[in-house]
């Protein structure tokens, strides 16, 4: 016998928990279909001898959208979160032996650019990369956040889309230029062009590739600043289960999807690995859209979807979990490692597929804003490095131990670290083989498609699949990308189409008017 319910979310990730706490907000009844034993996704805690790790994203920017995620609900975040802001936001190494931290502030940052480079020209070109990083952030938030988009198309009201305003909007958004070419032209220190360019580090891309609109992330991370939730970030898939359970979502773990089944080409429920049929209304699959396609839906469907634009794994990473008997002091909260050669450093991983051999190291170091992570002076240290998404002749079983003495050396050489080896009484790790199988990802991405293409790098498939009425999207490899507050971005726009469709009729089926949201 089947079991019913309006809404079927594949994947427990934060754009699916999302998805299930907007439309359970909004009166519908939903089943969340998770293939872990654990709910939160990449998001989830590695707790060993008294040391506590994020395994997932440790950068949580735009609270607003977690925010309004409750709000859907009557709730207040921080009824729900314990939310600090981190200000110095990150400390950057330099290969010379310099550093320079990331300040909020743009008066305070230009001063410390004086400082640093011995002269008023990087500052001053800050301030004008800040300006259109603001320009473009507010373009994106008018035309490309808060609705499904899988082109330009999609941004464009037809009939406004000629008028000046829209016309000079458009230009606003620099197409042909790369993320490294606008930064480059109004930043002449290499070090901070470096710095710079890691912004679009939240989406897995080279700067060298990716699309200029995506120089709008440098405005919204110090707009609104960088939170870290006390707990970890594995708090915030906490708060939003706490949450989905008090609107009555329901949680199935342990279960992999084994089918999106349709009937006359419309989405009407799952298969269960163990035979169980869930009939829905919708179905909104949190998974790799990808691997959605080529898993889950019909043959033919997948065939006609898979050829409508090319798809290319973002990049993996390998990562370590160090537990150290002794923190660092000299470090803060965030901190990243570079390259001596950002150019080699891309060039190896996105062009040759290789792990560079001079890598740049993102360094998490929680205990530092006064979070328990570790017994007594110790640190939980989490340490990222981006490779290439898996090729097939690549054995992380065999390249691993090599490639983590390369990562442990960088950290000794260019952080400071000299002594890191004696201070390791636990160690983890994750590979993009491990990731791969983990997560169920696409070649092993930590960061769903890759953001190449100066001109169309920045559009991700769409909310809606409209090839599969009933069918939507959310997560990293759907509109608008990855990040933490774009996946749950994505899963609120996921959840608001739904609702749009099953009010207007367009799945075929109206929402009950005994079940509107209050």
């Known amino acids: 016998m089947a079991e019913r319910t309006d809404a079927v979310v594949i994947g427990s990730g934060l754009a699916g928990m999302t998805t299930a706490c907007t439309l359970a907000a909004r009166g519908y009844a939903v089943t969340v279909v998770e293939k872990n034993p654990w709910l939160g996704g990449k998001a989830a805690l590695l707790a060993d001898r008294g040391y506590r790790f ?6 949580l920017t735009l609270p607003s959208v977690l925010r309004r995620v409750f709000e859907e609900a009557g709730r207040k975040l921080e009824d729900y979160l314990n939310m600090i802001r981190l200000d110095p936001q990150w400390r950057c190494f330099f290969e010379d032996g310099s550093k320079f931290d990331l300040v909020e502030s743009l008066p305070q940052m230009q001063q410390q650019l004086k400082e640093f480079t011995g002269g008023e020209q990087t500052g001053r070109g800050y301030e004008k990369f800040m300006a259109i990083s603001r320009q473009l952030d507010d373009v994106s938030q ?34 042909g230029r790369t993320v490294a070419g606008l930064v480059r032209s109004h930043i002449p220190d290499s070090r901070i062009a470096q710095m710079i360019d890691h912004f679009t580090q939240y989406v897995g891309s080279s700067p060298e590739e990716s ?15 960088i939170w870290y939730p006390m707990g970890g970030t594995r708090a915030v898939p906490e708060a939003l289960t706490r949450l989905g359970q008090e609107l009555g979502v329901r949680f199935i773990t342990g279960q992999q999807v084994r089918s999106v089944d349709t009937e006359q080409g419309r989405a009407v429920g ?3 690995q163990d035979g169980t049929v869930l009939k829905s209304q919708v179905v909104v699959s949190n998974s790799d859209c990808v691997r959605t396609c080529e898993e889950l839906l019909p043959r033919e469907t997948a065939r006609k979807l898979l050829s409508k634009r090319t798809f290319e794994a973002a990049c993996s990473g390998v990562v370590l979990y160090l537990g150290l008997k002794r923190r660092y002091e000299h470090l803060l909260h965030h901190n990243f490692v570079f390259s001596q050669d950002p150019h080699v450093e891309f060039q190896q991983i996105y062009t040759e597929g290789e792990p560079a051999a001079d ?7 929680p205990s530092l804003s006064g979070d328990r992570v570790a017994p007594g002076d110790g640190e939980a240290l989490y340490v990222l490095v981006h490779t290439p998404y898996l090729r097939p ?22 952080a400071g670290m000299e002594d890191l080896e004696e201070r390791i009484e636990v160690e983890h790790y994750l590979t993009p083989a491990s990731i791969n199988q983990r997560y169920h990802v696409l070649n092993g991405a930590i960061y769903g498609l890759a953001s190449h293409g100066r001109f169309m790098g920045a559009f991700k498939p769409g ?11 959310a997560g990293g490899s759907a509109h608008p990308g990855p990040g933490m507050p774009m996946v749950m971005m994505s899963g609120w726009i996921a959840a608001d189409s739904v609702d749009a469709d099953l009010n207007d009729g367009r799945t075929g089926t109206r929402r009950d008017a005994s079940r509107s949201a209050a």
């Open 54 to 59: 994020d395994m997932g994203p440790t950068i």
């Open 142 to 175: 008018r035309f490309f956040f808060w609705k499904s988009v899988g082109g330009i198309a999609d941004t464009m009201n037809l009939r406004q889309s000629m008028s000046l305003g829209v016309m000079k909007d458009l230009l606003s958004l620099r197409f």
């Open 211 to 225: 699309p200029a609109v995506l120089c709008g992330i440098a405005h919204m991370q110090t707009n609104e600043g």
């Open 270 to 272: 799952v298969t269960l």
């Open 359 to 365: 890598p740049t190291c993102y360094v998490c170091a």
């Open 393 to 414: 002749h690549h054995d992380w079983t065999k390249m691993l131990p090599a490639y983590r003495n390369v990562i442990v050396e960088k950290l000794k050489r260019t």
């Open 463 to 473: 909310n809606r699949v409209r090839e599969v009425p009933g069918l939507y999207l």
